[in-house]
């Protein structure tokens, strides 16, 4: 689910940050927009397990240019990194989660990478909200959330 796993240790506890790491083009007009960031059931999922779940996202806006390398003749590729922003997908804003339910049991999207805000929440409150933008796809039924929940242990048969 990440790309990159952060362990802290702090009073004899290991605090895990799980992130996923965005790379963007700053130089085309519409990146950054609607990306993939994890499956419902996964996410979902691992909110149940372990509620207090970090799951970071980090995202890169870059540009990317080549140059030869007068030493070795090769043509180097180079990506200049010229923002940056990480978010806890947690507390990011109602407004900027949406739901698409192309693939598999849906994936979880952010409207636009690059302009986050945040609303801080439980992780009961976000689980709630994963519920409803489920529900909310034209896709989805109360049976097919169901089946999830019985399939992903979120319920107790």
């Not at 540009?63 to 947690?90: C, F, P, Q, W």
């Not at 192309?102 to 979880?108: M, S």
Request: one cysteine or more; aromatic letters at 12%.
């Amino acid at each position: 689910m990440a790309d990159i796993i952060l362990q802290f240790r702090k009073s004899g506890r290991v605090l895990t940050g799980n992130v996923d790491v965005k790379a963007t083009a700053d130089d085309i007009p519409n990146s950054g927009k609607g990306p993939n960031i994890t499956s419902f059931a996964r996410i979902r999922t691992a909110f149940v397990v372990d509620p207090d779940f970090m799951f970071i996202i980090l995202s890169i806006k870059h540009r990317v240019y080549s140059e030869r390398n007068r030493t070795s003749g090769l043509v180097d590729g180079i990506m200049d990194i010229v923002d940056y922003h990480a978010y806890d997908l947690k507390f990011i804003s109602d407004t900027d989660i949406n739901y698409n339910p192309a693939l598999g049991t849906g994936q979880i999207q952010i409207k636009d990478i690059h302009y986050v805000t945040y609303q801080y929440r439980t992780t009961w409150e976000m689980c709630q909200l994963l519920d409803q933008k489920y529900l909310h796809s034209s896709r989805r039924s109360i049976d097919d959330f169901y089946r999830e929940a019985k399939k992903n242990k979120w319920i107790k048969n």
